[in-house]
């Protein structure tokens, strides 16, 4: 029930192309979404985050998208650029507890 | 600007020996987390601490022990090094009771041979 599932595994994607990677959770008491961006040899940093209350959340081209009744969030990179190849990972935290982290995605954005 | 250091980035060690890894956060943050990255397994939790001299274990503490002695320093370590522990070691920090949004390191890159 702690764990978060992330798909797809690795994602090629055109420049200028629309990325869109998604996660699901069965942890209902979840109560924090974020998406976190590791490029290679560097650690993951926050990226954009969301809380249940709210069903979307855009930070300049990427957006969360938050589905509570399907315990489903979803990553949109719109217009994607070389410069967003890195690996992708969902989170989710229950207050009080420790963040549960997605496998990951290795998102390569196509010149 | 918020910092995680860890000491090393890449380290080569042998089997059976003692490893330390040292990881140093300069925000004053109470919480602090070590995890292991591996190819199709995410980041999984070996251990964390919420204060000084307080430590947890995590999803995967076996073969491993951490010492923090003092708020911003948070050291893990490999008590016997064996091959299945060469792994990418990620240091994190974070602020508050439960720390909404981590700080990580740039990780520590630990081959075991």
């Known amino acids: 029930q702690q764990q978060v599932k992330q798909s797809p595994q690795s994602l090629i994607v055109q420049k200028g192309g629309i990325s869109i990677i998604n996660c699901a959770y069965e942890n209902t008491a979840f109560d924090y979404f974020p998406w976190y961006q590791q490029f290679p040899g560097k650690g993951p940093a926050l990226l954009i985050a969301i809380r249940p209350d709210v069903s979307e959340k855009k930070e300049g081209r990427f957006t969360i998208s938050f589905n509570k009744s399907a315990k489903q969030f979803s990553l949109h990179i719109m217009d994607s650029q070389p410069g967003d190849s890195a690996t992708y990972f969902c989170a989710a935290l229950n207050y009080g507890q420790n963040f549960v982290f997605g496998p990951g995605t290795r998102l390569s954005v196509l010149p | 600007d918020v910092k995680v250091t860890q000491s090393s980035r890449y380290l080569v060690k042998r089997t059976g020996e003692k490893v330390f890894l040292e990881c140093v956060q300069d925000?004053?943050?109470?919480?602090m987390f070590w995890y292991r990255q591996d190819p199709g397994l995410g980041l999984r939790l070996i251990y964390f601490?919420?204060?000084?001299?307080?430590?947890e274990k995590g999803d995967i503490p076996e073969g491993y022990s951490v010492s923090r002695e003092k708020k911003e320093r948070f050291s893990l370590i490999l008590e016997s090094a064996s091959t299945n522990q060469t792994s990418m070691y990620l240091c994190?920090?974070?602020?508050?009771?439960?720390?909404?949004?981590?700080?990580f390191g740039s990780g520590t890159r630990l081959t075991v041979v």
């Open positions: 601490s919420y204060d000084v001299k307080m430590k």
């Open positions: 994190a920090s974070s602020f508050g009771s439960t720390g909404y949004g981590y700080t």
């Open positions: 925000m004053d943050h109470e919480n």
